[in-house]
């Protein structure tokens, strides 16, 4: 399965600010998301990442919270936007080649203070 | 509206103990089922069953699938103390290539 490498691994960031997060999958893949799990809660899809356009939202996110890039088929960012409490996560960007299942990054644990 | 229940939410049981952990589904265009085992951050890849009835099998794990009923179950045999984590199901729809997430199974194994 492809490697995947999601930066940062863990932040601590204060109120207001912003965080941009990357995932670098080492092989061409169809298709890219990104989840937030929120404490004591399961994985819950954010948006599809599509390459070369505006990505796809789940209801409850909005883009001027959670802009989200995807430049080619290896690379996306999740930007968490002005950030408060109620957004401390972790936050996991997953990958799907073609037949295969959906495989995870390290995530991201985000800590807002 | 689509969902995945996961039962129990949490087991707690001894080294050598063997476990069944559930996931009932209601979705709409069903495609798959996959388990994940999720020990810190990242829940890594254990199964993805289509088909109804043929048991998928990796040493200690297996899990099968129900499309009928609508479930599939994981177990675990023999249960070490490497096993404690949470266990996730999700189920993959035709359309949007989506996962949509129980709230998974703590499962903790004692010495």
């Known amino acids: 399965s492809a490697v995947i490498s999601q930066k940062p691994s863990r932040d601590i960031c204060q109120r207001g600010t912003s965080l941009t997060i990357q995932c670098q999958v080492d092989?061409?893949?169809?298709?890219m998301f990104w989840y937030r799990q929120q404490p004591g809660q399961s994985l819950t899809l954010i948006a599809t990442?599509?390459?070369?356009?505006?990505?796809?939202?789940e209801s409850g996110f909005v883009i001027d919270k959670f802009p989200i890039s995807r430049p080619n088929l290896t690379f996306s960012t999740l930007t968490v936007s002005n950030m408060s409490p109620e957004d401390s996560s972790i936050y996991l960007c997953?990958?799907?080649?073609?037949?295969?299942?959906?495989?995870f990054g390290d995530g991201t644990r985000l800590s807002i203070l | 509206e689509d969902k995945v229940v996961q039962s129990p939410l949490s087991l707690v049981v001894h080294e050598g103990d063997t476990v069944t952990l559930n996931c009932s589904y209601e979705v709409t265009n069903f495609r798959s089922l996959l388990w994940y085992k999720q020990e810190k951050k990242a829940p890594t890849f254990l199964f993805m069953l289509t088909s109804s009835g043929i048991e998928k099998k990796s040493g200690r794990l297996s899990s099968i699938l129900d499309k009928k009923e609508l479930f599939s179950i994981l177990n675990i045999t023999a249960t070490q103390t490497g096993d404690s984590a949470i266990y996730l199901c999700a189920v993959e729809e035709n359309a949007g290539n989506m996962l949509t997430f129980g709230g998974g199974t703590r499962l903790m194994v004692k010495p």
């Open positions: 092989s061409q893949v169809t298709m």
């Open positions: 997953s990958v799907r080649g073609p037949n295969q299942p959906q495989h």
């Open positions: 990442a599509n390459q070369g356009s505006e990505a796809t939202y």
